[in-house]
């Protein structure tokens, strides 16, 4: 029964890494959304070596939706060239540079799974920092819709994964906490622009005298 269920859980958590971003692309040819390439650069290449380490370390069939991702991911990067955000700063450059050195260490000691995950799994997250720093210049530059869902396929594959340890679980479930944080400063965001938004068209429809 078990084992049944991870196999589901599996194959949803399949279907929505591939029609997650979805609506996310749909929004970028809009161009309502605007991702970071140098997020999305180091998403991909990070992903690809989670998805590895995973199916090492017994994930099973709760690797199947990663690896997937990492084509989705891929596809993403390839459009961030075109439609990604110009809001490019020096501290972007940097985040990716340590996600680059990151990726360097893994190779230098992948003969210990959880210290190299560690080690890309906290440089993903530094990838991260640019998106965090664009959506809070321009709060209604990422589209929202999909991390709700990419939220939901990482918790389907804790369900499926068919051996739990520090090396299958840590990547999903810190990717959820990274999504709330990220998802909940976005809204507060959103909304302080729409007071000071609606403060100055008070101001503006105020009388001279």
């Given amino acids: 029964m078990l084992h049944t269920i991870k196999i589901v859980a599996s194959a949803i958590a399949t279907i929505i890494a591939l029609v997650a971003y979805v609506p996310y692309l749909i929004d970028m040819f809009k161009g309502k959304n605007k991702p970071h390439l140098y997020t999305w650069i180091s998403i991909f290449l990070v992903t690809a070596i989670v998805a590895y380490i995973q199916l090492i370390g017994g994930a099973g069939v709760g690797a199947i939706p990663i690896i997937l991702g990492v084509g989705v991911d891929a596809i993403i990067l390839f459009y961030c060239f075109r439609f990604g955000t110009k809001d490019v700063v020096f501290m972007d450059k940097v985040c990716l540079a340590i996600t680059i050195l990151g990726i360097i260490f893994y190779l230098l000691i992948k003969s210990?799974?959880?210290?190299?995950?560690?080690?890309?799994?906290?440089?993903?997250?530094?990838?991260?920092?640019?998106?965090?720093?664009?959506?809070?210049?321009?709060?209604?530059?990422?589209?929202?819709?999909?991390?709700?869902?990419?939220?939901?396929?990482?918790?389907?594959?804790?369900?499926?994964?068919?051996?739990?340890?520090?090396?299958?679980i840590s990547y999903p479930a810190l990717w959820i906490l990274v999504f709330v944080i990220f998802l909940s400063a976005t809204y507060s965001w959103r909304a302080a622009k729409a007071r000071t938004q609606h403060s100055g068209q008070d101001i503006q429809d105020a009388p001279l005298v």
Avoid: C, H, W
């Fill in 112 to 168: 210990r799974p959880v210290v190299s995950l560690a080690i890309v799994t906290v440089a993903e997250i530094i990838s991260f920092i640019p998106t965090f720093r664009k959506t809070r210049n321009d709060p209604y530059s990422e589209s929202l819709p999909s991390y709700y869902l990419v939220m939901f396929k990482l918790g389907l594959i804790l369900v499926a994964l068919q051996k739990y340890d520090l090396l299958t």
